[in-house]
């Protein structure tokens, strides 16, 4: 979910899901310098959502993490997953604003700033255009 949806811990762990669209839109981090608007999630992590978030906190899914990386010997932690989205974003030609809007920052461009919509709807077209998958 977090891989597919670009989302910080506690924003997802907080977010609103909208199940009919598979949209996910964050409480928390309004900040000066951190913001969270709206993203998604694909299929792949459709499937896995079945109810809810699982009730779980932010230093509880750290653990996890950690538990798992000592576990398997492969250094995995929840923010390496938003670099990994922007990564596969970027491969599959979804331009650089989009990408910093899904994870939360609105660049600061002209083009960017007054020439780009950034409505949910705009977004959703971006991402599904985009076919994020993971697993074939």
Request: hydrophobic share 40%; net charge positive.
């Amino acid at each position: 979910m977090l891989a597919s949806s670009s989302l910080r811990v506690s924003e997802f762990l907080d977010a609103d899901i909208y199940k009919n669209n598979r949209m996910l839109i964050p409480k928390s981090h309004e900040g000066s310098t951190k913001r969270a608007w709206v993203s998604f999630y694909n299929e792949e992590a459709e499937v896995l959502l079945k109810d809810e978030v699982p009730k779980i906190t932010v230093s509880g899914l750290n653990h996890a993490f950690k538990k798992v990386s000592n576990k398997t010997g492969i250094h995995i932690y929840p923010h390496l997953l938003r670099a990994v989205f922007a990564q596969e974003m970027g491969l599959r030609q979804v331009p650089d604003r989009y990408i910093d809007a899904f994870c939360g920052r609105i660049p600061s461009s002209v083009l960017a700033r007054n020439y780009s919509d950034y409505s949910p709807e705009v977004l959703k077209k971006v991402y599904e255009n985009a076919k994020l998958k993971y697993f074939s």
